[in-house]
């Protein structure tokens, strides 16, 4: 049988592409990466951002997302690409954006792309980790446990079975502080984590449960996430702004 074509002329192609960077926040930190996709893509269609579209029988819009947290941490450093087929001034598209998601999913910069390799600089993420309840004395203690392993491992079930990482070999740097216990304040570590991205991911739940396997930590309390940033990771372990190549590529030359 002679294979179909779609009717009618090919989408217009892409003439700009825009990098974003966006929060998840607050209780909106419970949305799954679907059910952002879902609002996202209503939010340009409220935005009337002129999207460019992949050919074929089931056009979808040039959306690319690099790097989604799991669903239930909060994060400051969310990234995504968009082509348009046209250009638009940038500032009006963050402003309109923004407007149509609701509050705790934030447009926080917008970019135009003018580099390649996006989801390359996706080396490494910092993450912020809170433990109520727990001293930072007990933690810092476990921390100190944790790193002076060679390896770490732990099981997590994913869509493909379960699968063992090796949380230690991921952690670039970890410190803790917090407020210790006192009679008038409650203990309240917190662990602030620099983790390379490799595949599975290590998420700061497998963190905690690195913690529980080598030192017998016991949270109290469910942890507190927040992804602070991701991006290139130097040879300190500091991880670099993944947006700064494109800034410098459109900041004019004298």
Partial sequence: MARRVPEGPPPPPVVQRVRIRYAKRGRLRFTSHRDFARAFERALRRAEAPMAYSAGFSPHPKISYV???P???????????????REIA???LQAALDAALPPGLDIVETVAASTSGFADRMQASAWRIELPGIAVATVGDAVTQFTQQ??????????NGRRTLDVRAAVVAVTVS???QTPNDAAHAIIDVVVRQVIPTVRPDDIVAALCAVAGLAPVAPPIAVRLAQG?????GAIGDPLAADRVSATPTS
């Avoid at 669903?71 to 087929?85: D, F, P």
């Avoid at 290139?232 to 300190?236: A, C, E």
Wanted: aromatic share 2%.
């Fill in 67 to 69: 790097g989604a947290s």
């Fill in 71 to 85: 669903t239930g941490v909060a994060s400051e450093a969310e990234y995504l690409e968009i082509g348009l087929a």
């Fill in 90 to 92: 940038l500032p009006a």
């Fill in 150 to 159: 060679e390896s770490v491992t732990v099981e997590r079930l994913t869509k």
């Fill in 178 to 180: 917090g407020t210790a």
């Fill in 232 to 236: 290139p990771l130097d040879d300190t």
